[in-house]
């Protein structure tokens, strides 16, 4: 960044992440990111459960089909990302939950 920052210039994303506190205060927590790299953004991660992603992709009323699957580490992580818009900033919500592992036809391993 070209210019120096203030905690000012990250009022919208706290802003954002109090009203989502109100407004979703019953959905599961996330971890909670706000960066000066990307000022109008709120990052809000689920390390835990998909289902987690998902209720709050449904609370941001983003459509299921603007979300975007990749996978990491080897095939072993899928990863759920999407974007909304809400109140003013960007709020970036990203899943990550185990790919489970290939069972053979028959039981075999």
């Not at 941001?60 to 818009?85: C, H, K, M």
Request: proline share 6%; aromatic share 8%; charged share 20%.
């Amino acid at each position: 960044m070209s210019e120096a920052l203030t905690l000012d210039d990250l009022a919208v994303p706290l802003r954002v992440l109090r009203l989502l506190s109100v407004d979703f205060g019953h959905l599961p927590v996330p971890d909670v990111q706000v960066s000066p790299i990307y000022p109008n953004r709120l990052r809000l991660a689920f390390h835990h459960s998909l289902a987690d992603f998902e209720v709050w992709r449904e609370a941001l009323a983003v459509a299921s089909d603007a979300v975007v699957y990749r996978e990491q580490s080897g095939g072993r992580t899928r990863v759920l990302r999407a974007f909304a818009d809400y109140a003013g900033a960007e709020v970036e919500l990203t899943g990550f939950g185990d790919v489970p592992a290939l069972v053979a036809v028959g039981g075999a391993t």
